[in-house]
């Protein structure tokens, strides 16, 4: 299993950028995939933006433009650049971890972000 610990999160306004950081600990290896969602209260939980460790990425269509997904695959991290800002935006984000070879899933706790109109 891996460990993942978000940081990062917090209040902005509208209009500006914040930076999500996301640390991997334990088995990490093989074909995998980290990647951001999110969940607003009310809804349900959405993918964000994913990137392989082979660096191919997916981005929702409602941030693309928007945010951008990296990782160092060295440090076992990755990471969510957010400009341009929207009150949507405010949701709990949330990083996993995704081992295609063998099989699991992880999550991070969570990382508020607010965006104030």
């Known amino acids: 299993q891996v460990q993942l610990v978000e940081s990062g999160g917090g209040l902005v306004q509208a209009g500006g950028s914040l930076r999500l950081s996301c640390a991997a600990s334990?088995?990490?290896?093989?074909?995998?995939?980290m990647g951001w969602y999110r969940q607003a209260p009310g809804k349900q939980r959405e993918l964000v933006a994913t990137i392989t460790n082979g660096g191919d990425t997916v981005i929702a269509d409602s941030v693309k433009g928007r945010f951008t997904i990296s990782r160092d695959n060295a440090k076992n991290t990755v990471s969510l650049q957010m400009n341009s800002l929207k009150p949507e935006d405010t949701a709990v984000y949330y990083c996993?971890?995704?081992?295609?070879?063998?099989?699991?899933?992880?999550w991070g706790q969570g990382t508020q972000v607010t965006v104030s109109s």
């Open positions: 996993n971890y995704r081992d295609y070879t063998r099989g699991f899933l992880n």
């Open positions: 334990g088995s990490i290896c093989c074909i995998n995939v």
